[in-house]
């Protein structure tokens, strides 16, 4: 008798869980992320998205509701209800089928947490029980309450009692009355059927259900209830809880590639990222807000911003709109590049001696053999050659022809080298046409090979995430900057000199910041398909893309980088800097700067100028995050009246 007990207590035992704190409160199937002040933004269970509350942050109502509906007796036993089992067998045997009503609440999570998706058999109905009780031996009861009230699933998508009252009334779980907490919690007996609007109906005919059980429980009165009954329920359904998408759906992505899905379900991962809320906030509304001034066809866009010293992402957005009618992360993704990849072909013939510090290219007409047998004749937006001009000003006014030139005397060989070391992972084509951009590398690998321009040579891979635990407060990974010289600074310094022009006076005008240096470049390619700007200050870079999810022309051909994706640059980086301390600090000026180009002058440098400018970036800010409307466009008005008086 003793050997059959011990092998049948063995076997009720086995595979059972072992019983933490932390998987109490996250089911190991939970990943949760971090932002970079350690302050937790999200929780993603496979294609669940919640994010827990205290018991204290819960309603009263919200509360007794659901101890009504599911468990009146949760208070008064030990994990399992006997008085309950009997009357749900006595039922059982009356209806002859099996009845769900037998369950305590502390069962109910025990399923939900360990034995999610087993069979429904005795075996498992046993073990259930055992643990149960073992974790009424370990947690009080509010803290039991607490974890199933996070972790149930009230239908509609919304998965915890936070999402559940965001998600049918626009509220917070504090805020919930007894007549929205007695629909919810009647919901949590089948939530896909009673939590669709087709069901509504009989939801309603749940919640009077609920609110005569709270009644007959002693958990409310009478009178309340029927004021509760009576009460129109105002069904609003709140923003998405899933804070900062893009940025999110990239780190489950990188956990992805590191653990499998498989590892993620199994070890409850505690993801520390570089995210900064204020400047992804500030990224989402800016692009969103700026885009609907862009012409007609430039619709999506994404930014993604490195801090210069340590190579952290502190923002990434992979598109405007809803995130989950189109979940495609353009930010990580490639586009052609156009002419923001001229600074590597620039480098490379600085870096390897192809051009000097003196040097003057030729702009003038060229002839590019293709694989067709056709030549291909770069031209410019002007339409017009300028001859023998400086590299400062081919730089600056992104001359092609110039560009072409350049790559085809320092090797294209070597300008791929350049790219990738710089940052660039995405395959690039060793063609000639790779110094126009005809190549397609994401806003990610842009922002990351310029921050190696802005750390004067210096690379250092992007860096998401800072460290991974497990759900014990294991250390599974650390990322720790790992800088690396690439590339000589006297020609990196050169070459950012250079980019400064960009800004200072041109292709990049509507980029200039008051008060701070900036470098960059501007990009468009062929009837503005793609619309870039990619610029720095010596501690933030930012790479901004815009375009349509079609590749389809822009109406007219006329966005360009310069025009819109500089003036969206510019927006989000007043913005940053309104919300952000800005570090005294300036590039490392070259030992031998580039020729100067004499017959430009910045209109940065006149201070009637200067005050001119700051009145219209002022022009409708009433705060960080906003600004003028049509400001770039007035930037490039009063570039142009400048110039006529030089």
């Known amino acids: ?57 819960v309603s009263l109502p919200m509360r007794q509701a659901i101890v009504a509906a599911e468990d009146h007796r949760f208070y008064h036993h030990h994990g399992v209800d006997p008085v309950g089992m009997m009357r749900a067998l006595v039922a059982d045997a009356r209806s002859g089928r099996a009845l769900e009503g037998a369950s305590t609440l502390t069962q109910q999570l025990v399923k939900n947490l360990y034995f999610k998706g087993e069979g429904r058999t005795p075996l498992r109905k046993l073990k259930e029980i055992i643990v149960a009780w073992d974790l009424e031996s370990h947690y009080s009861k509010d803290e039991i309450l607490e974890a199933y009230l996070n972790q149930v699933y009230f239908g509609n998508g919304a998965y915890g009692i936070d999402r559940a009252a965001s998600r049918y009334f626009d509220k917070k779980a504090s805020q919930l009355d007894l007549a929205e907490a007695a629909f919810l919690a009647g919901l949590v007996r089948a939530p ?35 004021l509760a009954a009576a009460q129109p329920l105002a069904f609003k359904e709140g923003a998405s809880p899933f804070k900062y998408p893009y940025y999110v759906s990239y780190v489950m992505e990188l956990l992805g590639d590191m653990y499998g899905q498989s590892g993620l379900r199994a070890q409850g991962l505690r993801a520390y990222t570089n ?56 930010a990580t993704s490639p586009h052609t590049v156009g002419s923001t990849f ?33 030549d291909y004749s770069p031209r410019d937006y002007d339409g017009q050659f300028l001859g023998p001009i400086s590299i400062r000003k081919a ?21 791929v080298q350049t790219a990738q070391a710089a940052g660039v992972t995405s395959p690039l084509d060793y063609n000639l046409s790779l110094a126009l951009g005809s190549c397609a590398i994401s806003p990610l ?27 014990r407060g294991d250390t599974l990974a650390t990322f720790q900057p790992a800088p690396r010289r690439v590339f000589d600074a006297e020609p990196v310094a050169e070459l950012v000199d250079a980019m400064q022009d960009v800004v200072k006076f041109g292709t990049g005008f509507s980029a200039r910041l008051p008060g701070r240096p900036v470098a960059g470049k501007t990009g468009t390619t062929d009837q503005a398909r793609d619309v870039w700007f990619v610029g720095f200050t010596p501690d933030l870079v930012t790479a901004v893309w815009g375009g349509n999810d079609e590749d389809c022309p822009v109406a007219g051909g006329t966005a360009t980088g310069g025009g819109v994706m500089a003036g969206i640059w510019h927006d989000y980086m007043i913005a940053y800097y309104c919300t952000h301390a800005a570090p005294p600090g300036a590039f490392v000026p070259p030992a031998h700067p580039l020729m100067p180009e004499s017959d430009f002058r910045a209109v940065p440098d006149h201070p009637i100028m200067d005050a001119i ?3 219209f970036d002022g022009l409708g800010s009433p705060g960080p995050g906003t600004s003028s409307p049509g400001r770039g466009m007035m930037h490039r008005v009063l570039h142009r009246i400048w110039s006529w008086f030089q």
């Not at 807000?289 to 340590?310: E, F, M, T």
């Not at 310029?450 to 992007?462: K, L």
Request: glycine share 8%.
């Open 342 to 374: 001229k600074p590597f072909v620039y480098l490379t013939a600085l870096e390897y001696g192809t051009l000097s510090q003196d040097s003057l290219v030729d702009d003038s007409p060229v002839s590019i053999p293709q694989a067709d047998g056709s």
């Open 395 to 415: 730089i600056a006014l992104s001359r092609n022809a110039a560009a072409v030139r350049v790559a085809r005397a320092a090797g294209i060989g070597r300008i």
């Open 613 to 615: 400018e700051r009145f």
């Open 1 to 57: 008798m003793t050997v059959t007990g011990i092998w049948i207590w063995q076997r009720l035992t086995a595979g059972l869980p072992n019983l933490a704190m932390p998987e109490l409160y996250g089911p190991s199937a939970g990943v949760y992320i971090f932002d970079r002040y350690d302050h937790l933004i999200s929780v993603v269970s496979g294609d669940e998205n919640r994010l827990p509350v205290k018991l204290k942050d």
């Open 192 to 226: 896909s059927e009673l939590g669709s609007p087709a069901n509504r109906q009989a939801a309603v005919r749940r919640q009077r259900y609920i609110l005569d059980r709270m009644v007959d429980y002693g958990l409310t009165s009478r009178d309340k209830a029927e």
């Open 275 to 330: 995210l900064d809320p204020a400047a992804q906030e500030l990224a989402e509304r800016t692009l969103a807000r700026d885009l609907r001034r862009a012409p007609p066809g430039l619709n999506q866009a994404a930014l993604v911003s490195i801090s210069v010293p340590d190579g952290a992402v502190i923002s990434m957005v992979g598109g405007v709109g809803d995130f989950w009618k189109h979940q495609f992360n353009r």
């Open 445 to 471: 690998d842009m922002a990351s090979a310029f921050s190696t321009f802005a750390r004067g040579g210096v690379a250092i891979r992007p860096r998401v995430l800072r460290k991974v635990e497990n759900w």
